[in-house]
């Protein structure tokens, strides 16, 4: 590590969501000299857009539909998790067809995957239901009538337990042609170009040691080396920032 950068003295308050899909980026940065100026607060993602928005975390990898609401926000990263096709972990999950569903409970954590689900459910599926806000045990409420927007872990786990699931990246995708983005490191104040360097250095190191990720993280629900290396796209290149500003827009 160069003596220039050794001596910021500052640990950055830097803010991601504890979800499976973060883990190459995190294991990057973990294993990288960078961890030494960084204090790590995970958090689910509607609770990091609200940690930036007070200024009490520095960085986040923040839900991008939080954007818009950030003072001074800035992608300050290459990385982050988006998806060009099937994502697999961020879905609406119902027993009944899509024609059927009449009400959908809405994850509460994560405001852009709840976005997402209004504007397909609206103007790709043509749909008009009542939204619910889902309560901490709403899952078993997806009966009859009802879906619900699950993501993360969680929805990995029940890709086997329902009739009907539409994947919202898929959707998407048809939809508008374009990739998907979920979540990119935002900041919500100038920091150190020194940092933020070895820091995008890091998130690559992380797409490297997968295998490793994978072997240090029992998941019996689905396979991770094909959630990590198919299912969520990590370089934010420019079909990806296509697809996030086109979202932006729709907000």
Not at 60 to 74: D, G, K, T
Not at 222 to 244: A, C, F, M, P
Request: overall charge negative; charged content about 20%; hydrophobic content about 45%.
């Amino acid at each position: 590590m160069p003596a220039k950068y050794s001596l910021l003295n500052y640990k950055y308050k830097i803010g991601a969501v504890s979800y499976l899909n973060t883990k190459p980026l995190l294991y990057g940065i973990k294993q990288s000299p960078i961890f030494q100026n960084i204090e790590l607060i995970e958090a689910y993602p509607a609770l990091l857009a609200k940690h930036l928005q007070e200024g009490t975390i520095d960085m986040a990898l923040l839900p991008v539909a939080a954007i818009q609401s950030i003072n001074q926000a800035s992608i300050v990263s290459d990385y982050g998790i988006a998806a060009d096709g099937a994502v697999a972990s961020v879905c609406i999950f119902s027993q009944v067809p899509m024609e059927k569903i009449e009400r959908v409970y809405l994850d509460y954590q994560s405001r852009t995957s709840v976005r997402l689900a209004e504007i397909l459910l609206r103007q790709y599926w043509k749909k008009e239901v009542v939204y619910i806000p889902a309560t901490e045990n709403y899952i078993d409420y997806i009966v009859g009538a009802n879906a619900g927007v699950i993501i993360g872990d969680r929805a990995l786990k029940q890709l086997s337990n329902f009739n009907y699931v539409y994947d919202l990246a898929t959707a998407w995708k048809d939809y508008t042609g374009l990739p998907f983005v979920f979540a990119a490191w935002v900041s919500n104040k100038p920091l150190d170009v020194s940092f933020l360097d070895y820091f995008n250095k890091a998130n690559a190191q992380g797409l490297k040691m997968i295998d490793q990720v994978v072997a240090d993280t029992p998941f019996p629900y689905y396979d991770l080396k094909e959630y990590y290396t198919e299912n969520i796209h990590y370089l934010l290149d420019e079909s990806k920032k296509e697809g996030l500003h086109h979202f932006l827009k729709l907000l």
